[in-house]
C-alpha cells in the first residue's frame, strides 16, 4: 500500500501524565530521549506502528494525537497539501538523523503528519 501510517504521536499538555496513564493501560515499552525540541518519550509496541509522547507545541490546544503518514518527498507532499486546502501548522522539520516531517490540517480541520525517512 502507498503512503502507509508509520508513527503516530501524542501531544499532550501533562507528559508525565500521559506516559502513567499509557503505561499502566497497555503493554508499551515508553523509553525518554532528548530531542532538539525538548524531551520525547518514543512509544514501542513490539510489531506494528508505533509512536512518541510530546509536550503539546501548540499554544492553548488539548491532547491530541496525530498519525503520520510516509510519504517519498515531504516538500512535494505539503506543497500538493495546500494545493489541495490544506493548511500548514508546522512548517518542515528536519530530526536529525531520521528524517523530515511537516503537520498539516486538511479542509475540515484534522492533523495529520507527513514524515519523510532519511533513508
Request: net charge negative.
Amino acid at each position: 500500500m502507498g503512503n502507509p501510517f508509520v508513527h503516530v504521536e501524542l501531544m499532550s499538555t501533562d507528559t508525565e501524565k500521559t506516559k502513567a496513564f499509557y503505561g499502566k493501560l497497555f503493554d508499551w515499552n515508553l523509553e525518554d530521549m532528548p530531542m532538539p525540541a525538548g524531551p520525547y518519550t518514543m512509544i514501542n509496541v513490539g510489531s506494528g506502528t508505533g509512536g512518541g509522547i510530546m509536550h503539546n507545541p501548540i499554544s492553548g490546544a488539548p491532547s491530541s494525537w496525530v498519525p503520520y503518514v510516509g510519504v517519498d518527498d515531504v516538500q512535494a507532499a505539503t506543497e500538493k497539501a495546500k494545493q489541495l486546502g490544506a493548511k500548514v501548522m508546522k512548517e518542515i522539520t528536519e530530526i536529525p538523523n531520521r528524517g523530515s516531517f511537516s503537520i498539516i490540517t486538511d479542509p475540515t480541520g484534522s492533523m495529520l503528519g507527513l514524515w519523510q525517512s532519511k533513508t
